[in-house]
């Protein structure tokens, strides 16, 4: 599917997910070999997520989020999931302290709370299990008005086997070395 399709699909999904985002998601994961395990969390409406899937779909996909604030949140997400995509992504309403994971990731896509302990902890629990040469999407690293970017910044300075490779719409790419 190209970046126009891809748009086409997700037009409808209510985000803050920009076309850049969508760019950038065409641009590292359509050509990663095999099929590659991508994590997600920070579902929403599920439209970054479809965009991962549509990016890239090889993959197979985890995706949580808590679910709050919003009403009737997990049958409109299934909603979506299965009209875009034709699948749920293995959905789970959970979240990243609660969620059990011990897997190698090819990719991993933050896209949570943005507070700074939020994402202090989400980088923490789950960068480790980034493979060597993965991936991660870390969705609102550039906007100044939340704490991703202290807390990503914060991680990497002591870490070193993190790079940062590019930024579009509100998704940074770091790689693991």
Known sequence: MNYE???EKIKDIPSNVLDDD???HLKYLSNLPGNP???????????????IALACPQAEIYTFDPGTPYQDYEPKVRKNLMSHL?????????????HIWDRPLDVLSIDASHSYEDTKHEVEKYYPY???G????MHDYVIE?????KAVDEYMASHPEYE????????TVIKKL
């Open 37 to 51: 395990l991508i994590l997600d969390f920070g579902t929403g409406w599920g439209k970054l997520v479809i965009s």
């Open 164 to 171: 940062i490779l590019e930024s579009a719409g509100y998704t």
């Open 5 to 7: 399709q891809i748009l």
């Open 134 to 137: 993965g991936l991660i999407l």
């Open 145 to 149: 008005r939340v704490d991703v970017k």
């Open 86 to 98: 034709g699948k749920d992504l293995h959905f789970q309403i959970n979240d990243s302290y609660k």
């Open 130 to 132: 980034v493979k060597s």
């Open 22 to 24: 969508t760019r950038i």
